[in-house]
């Protein structure tokens, strides 16, 4: 409803049914067609010269049409006497000439016409995606609003980038407050939303008001941009060091240091014995190491097969270029229980897939599994303190669990000598290259991922990576 304003006696805009004045007594009064008042609370003072106005009476508002209205049934193909059906994406995408629905002039002028849009109306915005807005320009297809629009048209002397900047800024917050639920749904009822209050000052002061915020919005969007220039910075950076530390060229290199070849019986004397455990079968053990021969060339085999190997880059002297296979203690598969049991869900063992591994610690899983689920199943417990990595989709998610954690079969659990070649493993994984045939593969199969080369660095110098990466992890972190 369109009201009376009046401020020092100036009258503004006129409607039969709601009027707001400003009265001498300084405070706010609604005032309705039956001369009966009722005290308004406003938000805050404002300065001389400016003034409250509702919503409501500072312009029309009209939602579109019910969906029953306007069913795909009634849609026709476009010609020169049809009328266009404007969506919710002409609003979000900014662009009138988006979309290609359109009914007929008859259909049109018999149940239609309220709907229609006039240039400066104001689309905007009432599902899923709330209060996005867009100015109709001056020309544009003759056409109505959807069900999933709201168009307004301000009047008086109302700035219309003014009106929009405190529509998007203050009354989406508001907007927020008096719908139902805990998330913006819908643009509420309008006996709440034309209530909502705006501060109007003169003209002028909305003109320069628009020219400082543009100021600011534009220094805004250098500073994002200057903001995720350095992100990118950050990032490059970090893959930098990783390159130079895998090369062996982050750290000082002492040649006297024992070499990685030490490190890795350490490695065969743990995997032995989870052997003797029963926890590794026999095939696990089988040496595989490239083999640095007279030719200074690198060899490796493959079942019977020996094959000379692409070697990316020298290492240092007492490092070695190894199998990730040789490097991983134990390393276990995952599985899902039958979703048909519900026996077998919301027990007491987390659970977890890709979707949990959204940060370097897995803390917690959307789901669990009950004992049975696990006995019933191929997945296994990944105990606190190890590493769990995806081998679907995405192949750079990788997480120390700090939990104990069951795993589904998009997931591997590896178990390492110590932390210190975990964390250089998980430092270095995202770097690694899984190829096959020529091409990066969406997903890597267990034989692939046990045969990609690393370079396995000493004792002394693991501890010096890993100190030094996250040195620079923790600076790039404060960008």
Request: contains cysteine; hydrophobic residues 35%.
């Amino acid at each position: 409803m369109n009201s009376l304003i009046i401020s020092h006696k100036k009258l503004i805009y006129r409607d039969i049914i709601e009027i707001d004045i400003y009265a001498p007594d300084n405070l706010h009064y609604e005032k309705f067609a039956d001369g009966s008042l009722k005290k308004v609370e406003v938000p805050y003072e404002l300065p001389a010269g400016w003034e409250w106005c509702n919503l409501g009476s500072i312009g029309s508002y009209r939602k579109g049409p019910f969906g029953s209205a306007l069913k795909k049934s009634i849609f026709v193909p476009k010609s020169e006497t049809s009328i266009k059906v404007y969506e919710q994406k002409n609003a979000i995408q900014k662009d009138e000439t988006l979309g290609s629905y359109y009914i007929t002039k008859e259909y049109f002028e018999e149940n239609m016409t309220s709907f229609e849009l006039f240039p400066n109306e104001i689309l905007v915005s009432c599902a899923g995606t709330i209060g996005e807005t867009f100015v109709m320009p001056k020309m544009f297809e003759r056409g109505i609003i959807n069900q999933a629009l709201m168009k307004m048209k301000i009047f008086g002397e109302i700035n219309l980038d003014y009106f929009l900047n405190y529509f998007d800024a203050i009354l989406k917050e508001s907007s927020k407050e008096n719908s139902k639920g805990t998330a913006l749904k819908n643009i509420p009822p309008f006996i709440i939303f034309k209530k909502f209050f705006v501060p109007i000052p003169p003209l002028a002061e909305q003109e320069r008001i628009i020219e400082a915020t543009n100021q600011y919005l534009n220094l805004i969007d250098k500073i994002e941009s200057e903001q995720k220039d350095l992100q990118n910075l950050s990032t490059q950076l970090k893959k930098k060091v990783l390159d130079i530390a895998m090369q062996g060229k982050l750290v000082p290199q002492d040649p006297n240091d024992e070499p990685a070849s030490v490190l890795l019986e350490k490695i065969r004397a743990e995997k032995q014995k989870l052997f003797e455990e029963g926890k590794l079968k026999k095939k696990d053990l089988e040496e595989i190491t490239p083999v640095n021969a007279e030719d200074n060339a690198y060899y490796g085999k493959f079942g019977r097969k020996i094959e000379k190997l692409k070697i990316p880059y020298d290492i240092p002297n007492n490092w070695n270029w190894v199998y990730l296979k040789e490097i991983i203690s134990l390393n276990v598969g995952g599985g899902t229980p039958s979703k048909s049991n519900p026996d077998f869900w919301n027990g007491s063992i987390p659970w977890a897939s890709v979707k949990d591994l959204q940060t370097g610690k897995l803390i917690s899983t959307a789901d669990s599994i009950s004992p049975e689920g696990l006995k019933n199943s191929s997945s296994n417990i990944v105990p606190k303190g190890n590493v769990v990595i995806a081998t679907r989709m995405s192949l750079d998610k990788v997480a120390v669990t700090e939990i104990n954690v069951a795993i589904n079969q998009d997931l591997r659990g590896l178990f390492f000598l110590n932390n210190e070649l975990r964390d250089y493993f998980i430092r270095i994984y995202p770097r690694l290259n899984f190829e096959s045939t020529g091409t990066t593969v969406k997903g890597i199969s267990l034989p692939v991922f046990n045969a990609t080369l690393l370079p396995l660095p000493t004792e002394k110098s693991l501890v010096k990576i890993n100190y030094v990466t996250a040195q620079i992890d923790e600076l790039c972190s404060q960008i």
